[in-house]
């Protein structure tokens, strides 16, 4: 059971948008920057969000974030099959002293 | 880029020891923040442990405090994670990751190294 709370999935179709929520606490999301991570099939995490809005350079601008509140929401528009990856959040929780991660989304590009 | 390289990965019998490495290169790696990030097959990511850029400070995940210890040496561009009494849920594969959660997200991560525990 993670501490954020994800949908096990979410499904559009190309060129549509999806969004993927992010829920927590006053002890985590509530209290700091959440950051969205994509891990493609077989490979490492990749930082897409940060400090809840902020696009690393290379990151291309279909990906958004946004922040209210206890929870968090990735946006991903002109959806392309390459997207299809699962999709992490993750802050820092004051009350445990620890990371936390969502438990993952997986994106289908139908 | 930067660029963050594991080893020390492996088969292991349940109350073993293993000590996995990270080589960090292309950066400044003693003004950075450095994180373990474990992945259980099939399953999501789970953060692990971090460290601050001196290795004063240190954070861990209820489920290996006592067993897991991370340091780095900043003279080697290297971050540590020793694992004590070793468990059948510790297999994973563990990343190695620039920064942490939070204000200090991880923007850089290792290829990663499975860890097995199994008798």
């Known amino acids: 059971q993670s501490v954020l709370t994800q949908p096990p999935s979410v499904s559009a179709a190309p060129g549509q948008k999806v969004t993927i929520s992010c829920s927590g606490s006053r002890y985590n999301i509530g209290n700091d920057f959440v950051s969205w991570y994509q891990q493609l099939p077989g490979t490492a995490p990749k930082l897409l969000i940060s400090e809840n809005n902020k696009r690393p350079s290379g990151i291309p601008d279909r990906f958004s974030g946004s922040k209210s509140g206890t929870s968090a929401t990735l946006g991903i528009a002109g959806l392309q099959p390459g997207d299809e990856a699962d999709y992490y959040c993750?802050?820092?929780?004051?009350?445990?002293?620890?990371?936390?991660f969502g438990g993952g989304t997986k994106l289908t590009v139908l | 880029e930067a660029q963050l390289v594991e080893s020390g990965g492996g088969l292991v019998q349940p109350g073993g020891s293993l000590r996995l490495s990270c080589a960090a290169s292309?950066?400044?790696?003693?003004?950075?923040?450095m994180s373990w990030v474990r992945q259980a097959p099939e399953k999501g990511l789970e953060w692990v442990a971090n460290i601050n850029e001196d290795g004063s400070v240190s954070y861990y995940v209820d489920s290996v405090k006592g067993r897991f210890t991370i340091s780095r040496d900043n003279a080697k561009n290297s971050l540590f994670l020793q694992m004590n009494s070793l468990r059948a849920e510790d297999t994973a594969v563990y990343y190695c990751a620039r920064g942490s959660l939070g204000r200090i997200p991880s923007d850089y991560w290792g290829q990663g190294t499975l860890v097995s525990v199994s008798s």
């Open positions: 993750g802050t820092w929780d004051v009350s445990l002293s620890a990371g936390v």
């Open positions: 292309r950066f400044m790696f003693s003004s950075h923040w």
